[in-house]
């Protein structure tokens, strides 16, 4: 990996650890990303990645036979993570996601666990769902929906022909309506809580005005 990235003229690699290790380290050298691989650090470590996520944006590569699991993927982004990708993700891909974390806020999960984020059979949805989904504009739902998609202030921007100053605007809404304090945490808050289900619903209700 390092061998890839070293090739890159805009990403610099200052270094690598094992996971005991890698809070002390971010905190000294402060990199603006820090990419953790399982098992050095798995999703089990949860005060440690909460903590590294404290000091630096985290990409996690866990293993194949659990980065695409929903749960997990959730997880993460409540503790701060800011992508979630598998070993097997290309290089082009790694290299662009790094550039995407760095520049912005904007977070990653499998695709895979995107798309069955919203079945889960044992997610139903919550008082908190029900209240927030009437609370929402139109323009929020769209960017709730955007940012379950690991877009960025400024795809989400050009996707609504809207400024990134206006969607920021929307993202702290959102973020205070849900009562969380980052976008990855209202993404995982909106699929907790079955908020993205009641979405879906209320779109589609007939009866709706």
């Known amino acids: 990996m390092r061998a890839l990235l070293d090739q890159q003229p805009d990403i610099a690699v200052i270094g690598y650890t094992n996971g005991t290790e890698s809070e002390a380290a971010a905190a000294d050298s402060t990199p603006d ?5 399982a098992p050095a650090l798995t999703i089990e470590n949860k005060r440690e990645l909460a903590a590294l996520a404290a000091l630096t944006k985290v990409i996690h590569i866990a293993k194949a036979d659990s980065a695409s699991r929903s749960i997990e993927a959730i997880e993460a ?8 990708l598998a070993p097997d993700t290309s290089a082009d891909e790694l290299i662009h996601i790094l550039r995407t974390v760095s520049a912005g806020s904007a977070m990653v999960i499998p695709e895979a666990a995107r798309q069955s ?18 609370s929402l504009t139109p323009r929020e739902t769209e960017v709730i929906a955007l940012l379950t998609q690991g877009k960025s202030n400024a795809e989400i921007a050009q996707k609504l022909s809207v400024s990134t100053a206006t969607v920021r605007s929307h993202v702290h809404h959102l ?31 007939p009866g709706r005005s």
């Open 117 to 134: 984020l919203g079945h889960l059979p044992h997610r139903h949805t919550s008082a908190l769902a029900a209240s927030v989904v009437h």
């Open 175 to 205: 973020l205070r309506k849900l009562g969380v304090g980052s976008r990855a945490q209202a993404v995982a808050v909106a699929y907790e809580t079955g908020l993205m289900a009641a979405i879906e619903q209320n779109s589609t209700d």
């Open 33 to 37: 990303v820090t990419v953790v691989v």
């Open 77 to 84: 982004l409540r503790l701060g993570v800011r992508a979630v």
